[in-house]
C-alpha cells in the first residue's frame, strides 16, 4: 500500500522521495526522517535558504532546558524573569498536548494560532500575553541556535483584549458585613479588601509604613507578583486612598496585637512566618468559607474591590476623576467601560440630579 506524504511516497517498510518537480530524481530511503531531510535540504538549496536538518532537530522540551541555563547565565537576568518562564513553559507543557515532544522547527505560525493560543488565552488577557512572551523568547533562543529559521511568533494574529466586566454584580452593604462576620482570622483583610478597593497584590505587599493612620489615609506603592514585592504596575497605581474610621480603628488594634514572628519585614497581612501571603489562599481559606457560612453565594476576592467601587458610585458625592484615582485606573475612560452598567444606573441618576439641584438652587 502507499501513502503520499509530500513528495514522499511510503512504499511497504521503505520511504521513496520524488523530487523531479525540482529538477531531482527519485531516491529510496530507510525512515521517514532521512527522506525528510534530504527533501527539505534539497528545497532550501533551491530556495537559497539556510537548511535545518530534522534528524537532530531537537524537541521544544530540550529547547526549553537549555533556554532557561541561558536565562540563568545571563548578568541582567533576574529571578523573577526566570521564575516567570519556568512557569509558564510548565504550563504550556502541560496544557498543549504533543507541544513537549514537538520537533522546534514545527512549532509553525499555523500549530501555534491553532493549538496554543486558545490555550494560553484562556484566563486573562494579560496572562495570555506573557505567556506568549515567554513562547515568543523561546523560539528566538531556537533561531540563535540555529534549530529554527525563523521566529513564527512575529506572524501570529494575537486575540485582542475584551472588557467583559458589564456584567458585575452589585454586593449590598449588609452581605458584605455578614462575610466579614463569618470569616475569623481573615476577616480584616476581608475588611480592608473592601473599604479600600486594594487589588490583592496591593493588598499582599502593604507594609505599615504605607498605612498613615493617624492621617486616615492609605499609600499604595508596591504590589506583590510571584511571590515578591515591586513597584505598581502604571503611575495610576500610585495612589492615597482615605480610610474610615472604624477601620483605622481596627487595624490600629491588630498592629498592637500582631505576632512579634509577623513583623520582620513590616507587612500588614504576613503569612504567620512573616512572608507575602498568597492570595489564593486568603480566597479558599477564609472568603469562600465565609461566604458559605453567611449563606451567600460565594464571590471572588475581586469583587471586593467591586463592592468599594459601588460604595464610591452610589453613597459618596465622588466624581468618576476622583474614583477612577481611588481604584488606580489609568483612564476615566477605562473606569467607565468596566462599570458602565452602575455609571447609567437611573437611582445614581436621581441622586446627581438633586445634588445638582440643589448646587444650582
Known amino acids: ?47 537559497n535558504n539556510e537548511y535545518i536538518a530534522r534528524t537532530t532537530n531537537p524537541v521544544t522540551q530540550d529547547v526549553a532546558t537549555s533556554f532557561k541555563k541561558y536565562i540563568r547565565s545571563r548578568q541582567d537576568a533576574s529571578d523573577e524573569k526566570l ?72 506572524e501570529v494574529d494575537l486575540p485582542k483584549k475584551e472588557i467583559k466586566m458589564e456584567g458585575a454584580s452589585r454586593i449590598n452593604r449588609d452581605d458584605i458585613k455578614a462575610i466579614i462576620a463569618n470569616a475569623g482570622e481573615y476577616a480584616l483583610r476581608i475588611k480592608f479588601a473592601a473599604y479600600t478597593g486594594a487589588r490583592v497584590g496591593e493588598q499582599i505587599a502593604t507594609t505599615w509604613d504605607n498605612l498613615d493612620l493617624d492621617g486616615s489615609a492609605y499609600h499604595i506603592r508596591q504590589s506583590a507578583r510571584h511571590g515578591k514585592s515591586s513597584s505598581v504596575k502604571t503611575r495610576a497605581g ?10 483605622v480603628a481596627d487595624l490600629r488594634e491588630w498592629k498592637i496585637a500582631q505576632p512579634l514572628k509577623q513583623r520582620a519585614k513590616g507587612l500588614v497581612f504576613p503569612t504567620t512566618e512573616g512572608n507575602l501571603a498568597d492570595g489564593n489562599n486568603w480566597r479558599n481559606r477564609g472568603l469562600h468559607p465565609a461566604c458559605d457560612l453567611a449563606g451567600l453565594p460565594r464571590i471572588r476576592w475581586h469583587d471586593l474591590r467591586h463592592h468599594f467601587a459601588s460604595v464610591l458610585l452610589f453613597e459618596t458625592t465622588a466624581t468618576d476623576a476622583q474614583i477612577t484615582q481611588f481604584l488606580g485606573h489609568t483612564s476615566i475612560d477605562f473606569t467607565r467601560k468596566i462599570y458602565a452598567h452602575w455609571l447609567s444606573d437611573p437611582r445614581r441618576d436621581e441622586a446627581l440630579a438633586e445634588m445638582m439641584s440643589k448646587a444650582f438652587r
Not at 522521495?17 to 526522517?33: K, N, S, Y
Not at 507543557?93 to 499555523?110: C, E, H, N, S, W
Not at 500610585?238 to 477601620?247: A, C, T, V
Request: hydrophobic residues 35%; proline residues 4%.
Open 83 to 154: 521564575h516567570r518562564h519556568q512557569a509558564n513553559l510548565r504550563f504550556m507543557f502541560y496544557q498543549v498536548p504533543g507541544l513537549r515532544k514537538r520537533k522546534i522547527m514545527d512549532v509553525t505560525t499555523a500549530y501555534i494560532e491553532a493549538e496554543i493560543i486558545p490555550v494560553i488565552f484562556r484566563q486573562a488577557h494579560s496572562t495570555g500575553l506573557n505567556r506568549f512572551n515567554t513562547l515568543r523568547q523561546l523560539l528566538k533562543y531556537a533561531v540563535k541556535n540555529n534549530w529554527a529559521r525563523t521566529n513564527p511568533c512575529r
Open 238 to 247: 500610585i495612589r492615597s486612598i482615605p480610610l474610615p474610621d472604624h477601620l
Open 1 to 47: 500500500m502507499k501513502k503520499k506524504l509530500d513528495n514522499i511516497t511510503k512504499r511497504g517498510g521503505e520511504y521513496v522521495l520524488d523530487l523531479r518537480q525540482i529538477g531531482g530524481g527519485r531516491e529510496i530511503f530507510a525512515t521517514l526522517e532521512q527522506a525528510q531531510d534530504v527533501r527539505d535540504q534539497a528545497f532550501a538549496d533551491k530556495q
